[in-house]
């Protein structure tokens, strides 16, 4: 067995060689150039050899969060696709199929509605993210005992997502067209120019919960792949082990969603791409996509904010790059069966 | 933990009735049937006669609407997933991964109710998914694609499976459905391989055939609600096949290879047009 297990060590290895290389490209990037010569040199010496104040205002207050917030939601939002497509046994499957990012959307417009600034905009947008998936749990609990338990939640998840978007269409609505109705359009397109240092405590704390939550699970995400009554068989007890990762995954995506608004595409494109890299299994898929999804958003939100005066919306450049490469992925998917 | 293999267990039902919720009427009632590690126990009826609805009551997918079930008059109702699944595997009849898994991946799933609470695949799990494989001449595979494999080849592999689970019984959903001849064949070769190593097999089948050629015991179940358990050759008699399937059959002794007589039945096609409806 060595050889696939080898090869997929050393694929995770210089994807993570990768993800370093790409934190300090990005750490270098942007208005205000910091020479590298400069930052690899503080960094060698352990913070001693020191940089001049605005450049280290610039590098700790401004670049450092936003580069870190670009790390920990890539790989939040790759690792909850990938949790997501492995239980619901559906590559196609991304992390908002429960209403996550819906619920986190009509959050947020709520908070911007009710002028609540950006702290209390985000603590919105997370709550309403968890409620949404709550509900659509519960509703699936409470309609399908005696169905298909994955379908009918899918079906719930759909249902309670359209209502949140109709929610959020609502307070677009009654929004100030003038303010609130641009603040809102803005902060749906996502974006991480609004993230401080503050923010990165909890949005780490949310995305260390939910992730080492679900590398737990792992394992038992591989069994629940072959459907519930085989999982059972082996010995899962599958409506605990469901429960806990849309837990842990909807930790993830709203937390996620709050500090960097709608960002489309990394949750189901990611997880494809390890795959075709290092195969299905979650032991190594489910870390590979998190390193994966980290160095993507990474690299793509400095596109977004050094390709143009001023920045582009995440959403609009995740979706131009994912697009086609998903529909990359699904023909070489195809051709090798 | 007795396992089987080195002492006898014996799972017993006792006065099952299967169905789908109180609400609906029951599909089976009144089931009583034992079958002992190494032993072979047939599932024979005609369609809708409600085997899939006992087995899947059996494996703890369904909740009996009365009656128990036992392993060694152990009442099984009480015990966790991990604890069934380490005495009671089951192979499903379509096996149709949504991702790539190699077969190692697949075999090595069948360690699961014996793994910690993390849930590590440790080295002994490796070495018994491999023993697993290689005691089914399928160790080439190992490394392949589980998706791409052929029918019977997959049946192999979740037999794999199901021996790396070390159950003292295995439940087979229809296991020579669409495989042809050969490997029909050699996965009932198979099954009484697993039944000597000390296994208890229960398995259903569409072909009485393959209850007679395996021996041991049947369960034949009729739409009407009949229930009948014993010996293969005693059970499986033209009479019975002509009233649980409704159709005419030929029934013969043959000889095998080795000299023994074995019966061999086959259904009475009539002729077009002879049974009078032109």
């Known amino acids: 067995m060595g050889d696939g297990r080898y090869r997929s060590f050393s694929v995770v290895l210089l994807l993570a060689l990768l993800l370093v290389v790409a934190v300090f490209a990005s750490l270098t990037l942007g208005r205000y150039a910091v020479p590298w010569e400069e930052l690899w040199g503080f960094v060698m010496s352990g913070g001693s050899q020191g940089i001049d104040e605005t450049t280290g205002n610039v590098l700790f207050h401004m670049r450092l969060p936003r580069v870190a917030a670009a790390v920990l939601v890539g790989a939040s939002l790759a690792a909850a696709g990938c949790a997501f497509q492995g239980i619901f046994k559906n590559p196609m499957v991304s992390p908002d199929l429960l209403g996550a990012s819906a619920g986190a959307g009509f959050g947020a417009a709520l908070g911007i509605l009710l002028s609540l600034g950006g702290a209390g905009v985000e603590v919105c947008a997370f709550v309403a993210g968890l409620a949404a998936v709550g509900i659509s749990y519960f509703l699936s609990a409470a309609i399908g005992r005696a169905l298909s338990g994955v379908l009918v939640l899918v079906l719930s998840g759909m249902v309670i997502g359209n209502l949140f978007q109709a929610f959020t269409s609502a307070v677009k609505f009654v929004a100030d067209p003038n303010s609130q109705l641009p603040e809102i359009t803005f902060w749906l397109m996502g974006g991480l120019s609004a993230v401080r240092e503050g923010d990165l405590l909890w949005l780490g704390s949310a995305a260390l919960t939910g992730g080492a939550g679900l590398l737990a699970l792992r394992w038992k995400m591989n069994v629940m792949a072959n459907g519930d009554e085989e999982a059972m068989s082996l010995g899962i007890q599958v409506k605990r082990v469901r429960l806990a990762v849309v837990a842990f995954a909807t930790l993830l995506t709203s937390a996620s969603v709050a500090i960097a608004g709608m960002v489309g595409w990394v949750g189901l494109i990611v997880p494809h791409l390890a795959r075709f890299l290092v195969g299905a299994d979650q032991r190594i898929l489910l870390p590979t996509s998190m390193i994966l999804g980290a160095t993507f958003l990474l690299v793509v939100d400095d596109f977004c904010r050094s390709i143009y005066t001023t920045e582009i919306p995440l959403s609009i450049l995740t979706s131009i790059i994912g697009a086609p490469l998903f529909v990359y992925l699904i023909a070489r998917t195809r051709r090798s069966h | ?278």
């Open chain 2, 1 to 278: 933990m007795d396992k089987g293999g080195s002492t006898a267990s014996v799972l017993s039902v006792k006065g099952f009735a299967c169905g789908y919720g109180k609400s609906a009427p029951p599909v089976l009632q009144g089931i009583d049937l034992a079958i002992a590690t190494g032993e072979t126990l047939c599932l024979l009826g005609p369609n809708g006669a409600g085997k899939t609805t006992l087995f899947k009551t059996m494996l703890g997918f369904l909740k009996p609407l009365s009656g128990i079930m036992s392993i060694n008059d152990e009442d099984t109702s009480s015990w966790h997933r991990k604890r069934f699944a380490q005495h009671i595997a089951y192979i499903p009849q379509e096996h149709t991964p949504a991702f790539p898994f190699t077969v190692l991946e697949v075999v090595l799933q069948g360690r699961t109710p014996h793994l910690g609470t993390l849930g590590s695949i440790g080295r002994t799990d490796n070495e018994v998914a491999k023993t697993a494989l290689e005691s089914l001449a399928i160790g080439h595979l190992s490394g392949r694609d589980y998706t791409t494999l052929s029918g019977g080849e997959r049946q192999m592999v979740l037999i794999a499976r199901a021996l790396a689970q070390q159950p003292s019984f295995l439940v087979m959903d229809e296991p020579t459905a669409s495989l042809d001849f050969g490997n029909q064949a050699r996965v009932l070769e198979r099954v009484r391989a697993l039944a000597a190593s000390g296994i208890g097999v229960i398995m259903t089948t569409h072909d009485p055939n393959q209850a007679l050629l395996l021996g041991g015991k049947v369960a034949c179940m009729g739409r009407d609600g009949s229930f009948v358990v014993g010996d293969a050759a005693a059970t499986v008699t033209p009479d019975l096949l002509r009233s649980l399937y409704d159709v005419d059959v030929i029934y013969a002794q043959a000889q095998d290879a080795e000299g023994r007589q074995v019966p061999i039945c086959a259904p009475f096609i009539a002729a077009w047009g002879s049974d009078g409806c032109s």
